[in-house]
């Protein structure tokens, strides 16, 4: 298998939340952010269900992910895809990097590991048999880099700084590591807009690519939204979910926090339109951080 891409250079951005429940503020800001830099380039903006974690997916979630999408009037350019419906893709990845010597299976747990982030490479050696074992990528002591358009030049040693990484569990569950490279290629995806908390996965997504031979993405990391307890929006610190009759208001608020000109209430989709004609990634706030966000 190949993922080689051969889409023409156009932006395509995409969207792509994890249904482990409802989508909250932060999500909002994260949508807007993509939806708007792709159609202020003239390019297309897709979205992708990140379901591979199967076990935690919560079934209210994919019907107000797309709830969410019908209300706020984002325009989509193609159908939205699944990954649980592209699973065989993910093998045939793994397949290639195992024909290349590039995985291993590793019978570490997290209980053996202990708190140690940084695998060392236990079983890297020890040439275990793949069945029912997890499958880790080999990485080289090397430094990847790379200029993220508003947190500036980002570098992680491989090796001393992310250690070899599982691309698939010994459940079964493919990681999301491997899920998102294989379908940012084949979806020909040229620009990433994410928030700050994803910054630190960038060099591994960076060097599988390059494993598999994709093209290396541009990438933009947004500043997290914050509760008033100083902690992310996020779906494990409960963030509320969005409410879907104040559509128009949390758009507002979205742009607001994103630093865009002001825009005034009316359909959501007059209203991207006007925010994509203003918009400027200039005028987004240079930090890891929105705090006094609160809901």
């Known amino acids: 298998m190949s993922v080689n891409n051969t889409q023409p250079s156009l932006y395509r951005g995409r969207f792509a939340p994890s249904p482990t429940g409802p989508l909250h503020f932060g999500s909002l800001i994260t949508a ?25 997916i919560d079934p209210v979630s994919i019907p107000h992910i797309l709830a969410c999408l019908d209300q706020f009037e984002f325009e989509l350019d193609a159908p939205i895809l699944y990954q649980k419906d592209r699973l065989d893709l993910y093998h045939q990845a793994i397949e290639q990097l ?8 590793c019978q570490c747990t997290r209980k053996m590991l202990g708190s140690n982030a940084i695998y060392q490479g236990h079983c890297r050696n020890l040439q275990l048999d793949f069945s029912q074992q997890a499958v ?50 084949l979806q020909g995806i040229t620009h990433v807009v994410r928030g700050s908390d994803l910054l630190d996965n960038t060099a591994r997504q960076i060097w599988l690519a390059q494993l598999l031979k994709a093209p290396t993405l541009n990438y933009m990391h947004l500043p997290l939204a914050m509760n008033k307890h100083g902690q992310k929006l996020s779906k494990q610190n409960l963030a509320q979910a969005l409410d879907l009759t104040q559509a128009p208001k949390l758009l507002q608020h979205a742009l607001y926090c994103l630093g865009q000109p002001h825009i005034e209430l009316d359909r959501p989709c007059l209203m991207l339109k006007q925010a994509i004609t203003q918009w400027s990634i200039d005028q987004i706030p240079h930090s890891m951080t929105l705090n006094g966000i609160y809901e």
């Open 32 to 56: 807007v952010a993509s939806y708007c830099e792709a159609k202020s380039k003239q390019g297309q903006w897709f979205v992708r269900i990140e379901d591979t974690d199967i076990p935690r």
């Open 98 to 105: 195992k024909q290349q010597q590039l995985v291993y299976a």
């Open 136 to 185: 880790r990528v080999k990485v080289n002591d090397q430094t990847i880099c790379f200029q993220d358009q508003l947190q500036g030049q980002h570098c992680s040693n491989l090796q001393h700084d992310l250690g070899d990484f599982v691309l698939l569990r010994r459940d079964g569950i493919f990681n999301y590591q491997l899920a998102v490279v294989v379908d940012d290629a």
